[in-house]
């Protein structure tokens, strides 16, 4: 049997490595326009960073490493330019012109290209996308001639890193990002954190503002200027391009294979396209979100990885049953942690899928341990306690958090099942009650009727028709309060409830603290003493993420 592998890196080398392992006797071969196979493109911000200083780290393996341990026949240099899949051929460019190549047993692995909107400029070479080891040498070399002043267009995950990276190097970074916050996957409220921290090492931001055109600059102090729709232009001297990534997919759509709306590969359980003989995986394919169930590309290397393997158990005639993916991904930037999984909660609305979401910011090891550091974390539920998805900054223990909500999303798991899970812990570690378990107890209460929450989104609501309650210290609540709160201590809250009963002269009761705890126990003194009472989630912490704009009022 002939396998053949259009793309030789994450997927496409996942398959053909699997391949091999279960058929020593197949004919596998490998066919990767590029130079390189193999190599680590998630590292790629790191090595222009200089963290990772040796090039060489990033090519995990060569075409002659791979004949050794494989025996694969990979060809790079080579480009799959057509497939005629009467007769099951691909057509191949290389440096020996052009040639076809039979096989029994196709596989897509193109991966995606980096999205070029129709700008005037982009096409100049000071413009880079950040994808191969090539783009990575380029952007290097800038730098080592003299870059001072980059611009970095998308503040998505790459567009981050390469921010960060680029930073560490000394250039004057500037993002700019046409969504409503940077890093759009995240919500709203996490966002803003990864915001000041961008602030925070000296990155400019320009958000929500589209970038217009790149133009050649007439001075000689900088190579361009990056001009926006508001007409303001950023002197650059580098241009990081990062405003996403679309499936490449222009030789599975010339063959005739079945493509989604948003041009990725069809593909079924098996990752078998339309054509029985050619299977797809990884950037270029459609998958299936696990919770919102929306169909479309979800660029992510692990999910890519785990589809080759189970594609080359497809050829070989083993059954997979792939899961479908949550989207489970995780940056650095700067001194902070930002990770995802399973729906956002503005993934969740837009899909119509009905929830309720919890905020804390519980220490990522116990509080008394020196060294603790603040997590913070959302997590929605459906109204049956299905866990639906989680996000976390912080600056330690966030990828451990979110790996375990990703365990729990795949599992089923509900709020009960998160406040029984048994993790390990010890003081520098975590909690006796860790925030996983914390979330499913909030999330409980939520389900039960112990607690009732309102959101910053319903600020003004409150502020017009309740009593807002701020049960925080005396000195907290001098530091900055929301306009006509009434301040009565969590501690004394007992003593004073007639206050309460006389200010709200029969208007609901909004109750808050600095991160929703107190004003918990505040809650539910309150509704047992029959207020109609709510408490803030995630506090004043969280409403200040969501709505950065907000003046407190001091004294
Ligand atoms: C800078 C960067 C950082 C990233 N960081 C992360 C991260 O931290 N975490 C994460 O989960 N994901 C990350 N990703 C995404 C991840 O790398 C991809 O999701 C994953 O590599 C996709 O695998 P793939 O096999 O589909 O495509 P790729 O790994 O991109 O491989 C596709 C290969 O196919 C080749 N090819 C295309 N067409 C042809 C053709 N016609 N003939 C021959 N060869 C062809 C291409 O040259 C390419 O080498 C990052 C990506 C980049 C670029």
Not at 179 to 186: K, T
Not at 297 to 300: A, E, N, Q, T, V
């Given at each position: 049997m002939r396998i053949v592998v259009v793309g030789g890196v994450a997927g496409g080398m996942s398959c053909a490595a699997r391949a091999r392992r279960l058929a020593e006797d197949a004919e596998i071969i490998v066919l990767e326009r590029?130079?390189?196979?193999?190599?680590a493109n998630c590292g790629l911000p790191y090595h222009v960073s200089d963290e990772i200083r040796d090039r060489a780290a990033l090519l995990l393996q060569t075409p002659e490493s791979l004949r050794a341990a494989l025996n694969l026949d990979v060809r790079t240099r080579h480009e799959a330019t057509a497939i005629d899949r009467g007769a099951k051929t691909v057509t191949i460019r290389s440096a020996a012109g052009e040639t076809t190549l039979g096989y029994d047993a196709l596989v897509l692995a193109p991966g995606a290209r980096a999205i070029r909107p129709p700008l005037p400029g982009l096409d100049l070479p000071i413009v880079h996308p950040l994808r191969t080891v090539p783009d990575a040498d380029r952007i290097r070399a800038m730098v080592a001639d003299g870059a001072r002043r980059a611009v970095v267009l998308g503040a998505g995950f790459i567009g981050l890193e390469a921010a960060e990276a680029l930073r560490a190097r000394g250039l004057d970074v500037t993002i700019v990002e046409l969504?409503?916050?940077?890093?759009?996957?995240?919500d709203e409220e996490l966002a803003s954190l990864v915001d000041a921290e961008l602030a925070a090492h000296g990155v400019h931001r320009r958000i929500g503002i589209a970038a217009s055109a790149v133009e050649q600059s007439p001075?000689?102090?900088?190579?361009?200027d990056v001009v926006l729709s508001d007409g303001s232009r950023l002197p650059a001297d580098l241009v990081v391009l990062s405003v996403g990534v679309r499936p490449d997919t222009s030789l599975a759509k010339d063959a005739g294979l079945d493509l989604g709306p948003t041009g990725a590969i069809r593909v079924d359980?098996?990752?078998?396209?339309?054509?029985?003989r050619i299977w797809a995986v990884g950037d270029a394919i459609e998958v299936t979100h696990a919770i919102t169930g929306a169909i479309g590309?979800?660029?992510?290397a692990g999910p890519a990885n785990r589809q080759g393997r189970m594609a080359a158990e497809s050829i070989l005639g083993r059954t997979v049953t792939p899961a479908p993916v949550l989207g489970t991904a995780v940056v650095r930037v700067f001194g902070l942690t930002a990770a995802i999984t399973g729906a956002s909660q503005s993934a969740l609305d837009a899909a119509g899928i009905e929830h309720f979401t919890v905020h804390l910011h519980p220490g990522h090891h116990a509080e008394y341990f020196p060294g603790a550091e603040q997590i913070h974390l959302t997590a929605s539920f459906s109204p049956d306690g299905r866990l639906l998805g989680a996000q976390g900054v912080g600056k330690a223990g966030v990828d451990k958090r979110i790996d375990v909500f990703a365990t729990a999303l795949r599992a089923g798991m509900t709020a009960d099942d998160l406040a029984e899970l048994e993790l390990a812990y010890a003081p520098p570690f975590g909690s006796a009650k860790d925030p996983i378990n914390m979330t499913g107890f909030i999330a409980q209460n939520v389900l039960a009727g112990t607690l009732e929450l309102w959101y910053p989104s319903e600020l003004e609501d409150a502020m017009n028709d309740a009593l807002i309650l701020d049960v925080r210290s005396r000195g907290e609540f001098v530091r900055g309060h929301l306009k006509g709160a009434l301040n009565i201590p969590h501690t004394e809250l007992r003593g004073r409830i007639q206050e309460v009963g006389a200010a709200a002269d029969g208007r609901p009761v909004r109750v808050h603290c600095e991160s929703g705890f107190r004003s918990y126990l505040a809650h539910r003194v309150l509704s047992q003493a029959g207020f109609d009472s709510a408490n803030l989630s995630g506090g004043i912490m969280t409403l200040l993420a969501a709505r950065p704009e907000l003046e407190l009022v001091t004294g």
């Open positions: 590029g130079e390189l196979v193999s190599f969504a409503a916050h940077v890093l759009p996957p995240l001075g000689p102090e900088h190579a361009v359980g098996s990752f078998r396209t339309s054509d029985p590309p979800i660029p992510l």
